[in-house]
């Protein structure tokens, strides 16, 4: 299991609630996820969301509404691009060829189908690149009660990532026990203890894709159905959402030693690259 935190962001219940999902929806499989991507996507939607369609996309992604009512505020800089859906094959061509001219886009297609009846495409794509040190010591911890190890590796642009190591058998365990407070803790334990450890990296990639209408399973609904009202982005209130999807990779891969002035080694460096759209 491993989670990549932003330390400026504040942890909530929705990843975890949204693994347990992805879970049912793919049992068995790999689950590799971007909470901020989701967030993000539905954050611009609630942007134009009414009344209950509104409350229910910040109560499923964890937000405080009257905090959120508080501080409702976003910069709208990027530019809309005009197309015609009518001509679906033309719209798909024109969308990728804009999301494609973006920094660090890899991305083969962005929309596999386009119905006729779409009146807005919303596309997120973060895309992030860690860098770490290898060391001797690092910031480790054994949870007797779950039985696993936590251990912390501090990457470039403020990101920590915790590699949760559960014992032979006890993943289920685990698994049924993550949640915003169990992190929290690992974290403040973190604070403490400094192991001398040996980490091997096996060079891991993964890629998932996941249907998002799983957040009605998290009453995450209104915006889905004929009830949606989406007032705010069009002036009308006909429409809703009709597909959402989320695909996310990672690779980790490990760059050549490098050497400090003097002749002395510096130590192998790890990359962390993940995007997700």
């Known amino acids: ?14 990843p975890f609630k949204f693994y347990r999902e992805a879970d049912i929806q793919k049992p068995g499989k790999n689950i590799f996820f971007s909470p901020v991507s989701i967030s993000t996507a539905f954050a611009l939607l609630a942007l134009g969301s009414i009344a209950t369609s509104w409350a229910q996309v910040l109560e499923g992604l964890a937000f405080n509404l009257s905090r959120t009512q508080e501080e409702e505020k976003i910069q709208r800089g990027t530019p809309l691009v005009s ?10 061509k024109e969308i990728d060829v804009h999301i494609k001219s973006k920094p660090h886009v890899n991305v083969n297609q962005i929309l596999q189908d386009l ?3 779409t009146l807005l495409v919303i596309v997120n794509y973060i895309y992030f690149k860690g860098k770490s040190h290898r060391h001797e010591f690092y ?7 779950l039985s696993c190890e936590v251990v912390q590796i501090a990457y470039k642009e403020d990101v920590t990532a915790l590699f949760i190591l559960p ?7 685990l698994e049924d026990a993550l949640r915003k407070d169990t992190v929290s803790q690992w974290k403040k334990s973190l604070n403490h203890t400094r192991k001398r450890i040996e980490v091997y990296n096996p060079k891991p990639s993964t890629s998932s ?4 209408k799983m957040l009605m399973n998290l009453d995450v609904t209104n915006v889905f159905s004929e009830w949606a009202d989406l007032s705010g982005i069009t ?3 006909d429409l809703k959402v009709s597909k959402v999807i989320l695909s996310a990779e990672t690779m980790i891969s490990r760059a050549p030693a490098r050497w400090r002035r003097g002749g002395q080694e510096e130590g192998e ?4 690259t993940q995007a997700s759209q």
């Not at 299991?1 to 929705?14: E, S």
């Open 115 to 117: 119905d006729q009846n």
């Open 209 to 212: 894709t996941y249907d998002l």
């Open 1 to 14: 299991v491993n989670w990549v935190l932003p330390r400026r962001l504040p942890a909530t219940h929705f």
């Open 139 to 145: 910031k480790a911890y054994f949870d007797r009660k």
């Open 167 to 173: 014992d032979e058998g006890i993943m289920k365990q």
């Open 83 to 92: 197309c015609n859906f009518q001509n679906s094959t033309e719209a798909k």
């Open 235 to 237: 002036g009308k209130s």
């Open 269 to 272: 460096t790890g990359h962390l």
